[in-house]
C-alpha cells in the first residue's frame, strides 16, 4: 500500500480546529476551510438578516451573540474564586493550605457575568469593587470577542455581496469639473441654511447669495 502524502492525510483526516497545527500543509488546509466556513455563514446571514451587513436588528444580534458567547465560554471556562477579605482570589492560584482555609467559593464565568443588567453592573463598582473589578475584566473581553465575530461576519458578507454583484461595485464615471463646481455652490447654499439654525453669526444668505451669482456671472461662459 503505498504511502499517503502530507495533503492527503490532512484531507482524510481533519484535525479540530483547536488542536495544534501541525504544519505549513495542515495550516493551509485549516485556515482555507476556515475561509470556505465563513463564506457559507456569511451567505446564511445574508438570507437570514434583513439588510444585513448594512444593518441588523436587535433580535437577530442577540441570537448571534448568544452564540458567540457559546463558543467563548468553551475557549474561556468558568473560573473559581476565593472571596478572602472581601478581595477574589483565583482558587487554583492557592496553595493547598491556603485552599484549606477558604470559606467562600464563587464560579464566575459568561453566564454570571452577563446576568447582572447594565444598572445592577454599574451600582457593583460601589457595593461590591472587588467583585466588579473581576466581572469587568471578563466583560470587556467578551465584548470585544463579539463585537469582533460580528466585525468579521459582517466583512465576510459584504466580500460575499460583491462577489455576487461585480457590476455593483463599479465606479460611477467621475463628475466633470464644471459640475463640481455647481455642486459646491449647491452645498453652501444647503449650509449657510444649517448654520442660521444653529445660530451662527458668521453665515450671512443673503451676502452668500450675491457672492455665488457674482460668481457664476465670472464663471459661466
Not at 495542515?26 to 437570514?48: C, E, F, M, V, W
Not at 455576487?164 to 469639473?177: E, G, I, L, V
Request: charged share 30%; aromatic share 8%.
Amino acid at each position: 500500500m503505498s504511502k499517503k502524502t502530507a495533503i492527503a492525510e490532512a484531507i482524510i483526516s481533519p484535525a479540530p480546529a483547536d488542536q495544534p497545527i501541525t504544519s505549513l500543509v495542515d495550516l493551509g488546509y485549516r485556515q482555507s476551510g476556515t475561509r470556505d466556513s465563513l463564506q457559507n455563514q456569511a451567505r446564511y446571514a445574508i438570507k437570514n438578516i434583513v439588510g444585513f451587513p448594512e444593518s441588523i436588528d436587535d433580535d437577530s444580534k442577540a441570537q448571534l451573540y448568544q452564540g458567540y458567547k457559546r463558543r467563548y465560554n468553551e475557549k474561556h471556562p468558568p473560573i473559581m474564586f476565593a472571596i478572602v477579605g472581601g478581595n477574589y482570589l483565583v482558587y487554583d492560584s492557592l496553595t493547598p493550605e491556603g485552599q484549606s482555609k477558604v470559606t467562600e467559593k464563587v464560579l464566575i464565568g459568561v453566564d454570571v457575568v452577563y446576568s447582572y443588567t447594565q444598572q445592577e453592573y454599574g451600582k457593583l463598582s460601589t457595593s461590591d469593587p472587588a467583585k466588579y473589578a473581576v466581572i469587568k475584566s471578563i466583560r470587556e473581553k467578551c465584548n470585544d470577542y463579539l463585537s469582533g465575530c460580528l466585525g468579521d461576519l459582517k466583512g465576510a458578507a459584504r466580500k460575499a455581496i460583491k462577489a455576487d454583484n461585480p457590476d455593483s461595485t463599479k465606479r460611477a464615471p467621475n463628475k466633470d469639473f464644471s459640475t463640481k463646481v455647481d455642486d459646491a455652490l449647491d452645498g453652501l447654499t444647503t449650509n449657510v441654511k444649517t448654520a442660521l439654525k444653529r445660530g451662527d453669526a458668521t453665515a450671512d444668505k443673503e451676502r452668500l447669495i450675491k457672492a455665488i451669482a457674482a460668481f457664476k456671472a465670472a464663471w459661466v461662459k
